[in-house]
C-alpha cells in the first residue's frame, strides 16, 4: 500500500489499490459504473445523518480509501431502503454494497462511531440464527444489555407488549440446520463476536 495525501496538506491517508475489486467481489455488484450523478445522495432519506453522502462512499471506494470507508458511520446508518438503487441510472445496487462493507468491516475489526447500530447489525444476525426468524424480545433484550440503555424506551415497549405485539416465547423455522449451513458457507460461526 502507498501513502497518498488527501484534502488538506498533512493527512495521509492509506490507499489500498484493490479495495473495489474486493467490494465488487464480495458483494457481486458493480460499482465502476457510478458516475456520481448525486442522484443516490439527493434521494436518501437518511442523508442528513451520514458523515459522507451515499455517492461519496462509491467514489471513496473506487478510489481505495478502505480505512474512510469502513471506519464511518454512514455505512452502519444506510436503511437499505433501495431508494438510492431506484434512481440510479445505472442500477448499481449500494444497499448490496454498504451490507457487504459492513461485513468487511466487522471482519476486519474496525469499529463505528455508531457503536449501537453495530451491535443492533450482530444481535439481529444472531437472532435469525438462532431461531431462523425475528423474536423482537430476544433481540430488545440483547441490545438492552449490550448497549447499558435499559429504559429509555420501556415505556413504548409495554404498549407493544400489552397489544400483543411482542411475544413472549420464539419459535424456530422447521429445518433450522439449513440455515446453519447458508450462515456456514459465509463463514459465520454459530455465534459471532459483537
Known amino acids: 500500500m502507498k501513502v497518498i495525501t488527501i484534502g488538506k496538506i498533512g493527512n495521509e491517508e492509506r490507499v489500498d489499490p484493490g479495495f473495489a475489486d474486493l467490494v465488487q467481489q464480495k458483494s457481486g455488484k458493480e460499482l465502476r459504473q457510478c458516475y456520481h450523478c448525486l442522484k443516490c445522495s439527493a434521494g436518501c432519506p437518511i442523508s442528513f445523518a451520514m458523515d ?114 411482542i411475544n413472549l416465547l420464539p419459535t424456530r423455522i422447521e429445518n433450522i440446520h439449513e440455515l446453519d449451513a447458508i450462515f456456514r458457507a459465509f463463514g459465520e460461526s454459530k455465534r459471532s463476536k459483537i
Open 52 to 165: 459522507w453522502t451515499p455517492n461519496q462512499i462509491i467514489r471513496m471506494v473506487q478510489l481505495g480509501l478502505k480505512e474512510r470507508v469502513l471506519s464511518s458511520s454512514t455505512i452502519w446508518l444506510c436503511a437499505s431502503c433501495e431508494t438510492c438503487f431506484t434512481r440510479c441510472p445505472n442500477e448499481i445496487d449500494l444497499p448490496t454494497i454498504m451490507d457487504t462493507l459492513k461485513e468487511i468491516a466487522i471482519r476486519n475489526g474496525i469499529k463505528s462511531e455508531q457503536a449501537s447500530i453495530q451491535i443492533f447489525h450482530r444481535v439481529f444476525l444472531n437472532c435469525i440464527r438462532e431461531y431462523g426468524r425475528l423474536h423482537e424480545l430476544s433481540l430488545l433484550a440483547s441490545l438492552k444489555v449490550l448497549t447499558l440503555n435499559l429504559f429509555e424506551d420501556m415505556g413504548l415497549g409495554m404498549k407493544m407488549f400489552n397489544k400483543g405485539k
